[in-house]
């Protein structure tokens, strides 16, 4: 499995302008990380159910789109997946992040503050600790960790964010959560980043299109209009159509850089290999929302063809999210989530 997922993030890393000796240390250390997952042969089923990918592939490739300038590549993996018991993995996964950290100098204060709220001795939930590494030229990247807010249990899920955000500082923001019916993750920007962020994600199952509209919570982000146009494109749904997106739902981040209580970004989620016949047809569809925010879709199309050789008529779920981001003071961006399908290629879906 190492040995695949290698191939493929040397391949997007030259896609993303990265050195080749870059580009071979950060394989390295995602391998490294994700410890005895990596060793594991393909011919052999997934060690455990991995919550990270539909076909359970510990790792999820990203890459943002924004106008005029080069793709940012992130990878995010579940190290240690599915070595021992939930806790055992869970306290290797802790061994892993704080390696990488100290591999490349990156603090983990944020972390450290409410570790023993999501990294608990018994932790609950389909998993404990992801780390997400943006890769930047250089050689240092900038580093994410995503939290279960049910590691102590699902009917504690609101109780442990709270608790988390008064620690951090957000006290306004514990007074007002985002809205959505399951608090998914929680992410913390960790070390060197321009605006550090603590970011909140939830579900909204069976949301329309025109529901979509309301989502944000950020001052000066996508107005209602662009978030119905964007859940409309990707969803693959004409002007008219309202209906309730009931398969896997939409998702929206919330993204805090102080203890105002507003949101200084947003994100939103649509599960478009749900929605889809085939990865043909989310391509186009990516390929409308990046031309529509100024965009070429070539680099979009030369990662698939990086990632895999298949037709992409022959299965669904490569490109498994489109995601349309604000941030205060940078333009909008389209990130397009790529599978590894190390495991398995999901049949498309039958009409």
Request: glycine share 10%; charged share 20%; hydrophobic share 40%.
């Amino acid at each position: 499995m190492g040995a695949h997922t290698t191939r493929q993030l040397l391949a997007l890393c030259d896609l993303a302008g990265l050195g080749a000796a870059e580009s071979t240390a950060y394989a390295r250390a995602v391998n490294a990380a994700l410890g005895p997952v990596a060793e594991r042969p393909l011919g052999l089923p997934p060690g455990i159910p991995s919550f990270l990918s539909d076909d359970h592939t510990p790792v999820e490739f990203s890459l943002s789109f924004s106008p005029g300038l080069a793709p940012t590549l992130r990878v995010l993996f579940e190290p240690a997946s599915g070595f021992g018991t939930p806790a055992e993995s869970s306290l290797l996964a802790q061994r892993a992040l704080r390696g990488l950290a100290g591999h490349w100098g990156i603090s983990t204060e944020q972390l450290d503050a409410v570790s023993d709220l999501f990294l608990p001795d018994d932790p609950q939930g389909a998993f404990s600790l992801w780390i997400a590494l943006e890769l930047l030229p250089g050689g240092t990247p900038r580093m994410k960790a995503y939290l279960n807010p049910a590691a102590n249990g699902a009917h504690r899920t609101e109780e442990t964010v709270r608790a988390a955000l008064r620690r951090l500082g957000h006290h306004h923001t514990d007074a007002d959560l985002p809205d959505g019916d399951q608090l998914l993750f929680l992410a913390l920007d960790l070390g060197d980043w321009p605006q550090p962020r603590l970011k909140i994600y939830t579900t909204h199952h069976g949301l329309t299109p025109t529901a979509a509209r309301s989502l944000s919570r950020m001052l000066d982000g996508p107005a209602p209009d662009e978030l119905e146009a964007f859940v409309r494109t990707a969803a693959g749904l004409g002007p008219r159509e309202n209906p309730r997106l009931a398969l896997r739902p939409v998702q929206t981040c919330h993204g805090y850089t102080g203890t105002t209580g507003s949101a200084g970004a947003f994100t939103a989620y649509v599960p478009v290999r749900d929605y889809a016949p085939h990865d043909g047809e989310v391509l186009d569809r990516a390929a409308l929302l990046l031309h529509r925010y100024g965009i070429d879709p070539a680099g979009l199309r030369d990662a698939l063809g990086a990632l895999t050789p298949r037709p992409l008529e022959d299965g669904v779920g490569l490109i498994s999210y489109l995601a349309l981001a604000h941030q205060h003071g940078r333009t909008p961006r389209i990130t397009a989530y790529l599978s590894s399908e190390a495991y398995r290629v999901r049949p498309p879906n039958i009409r």
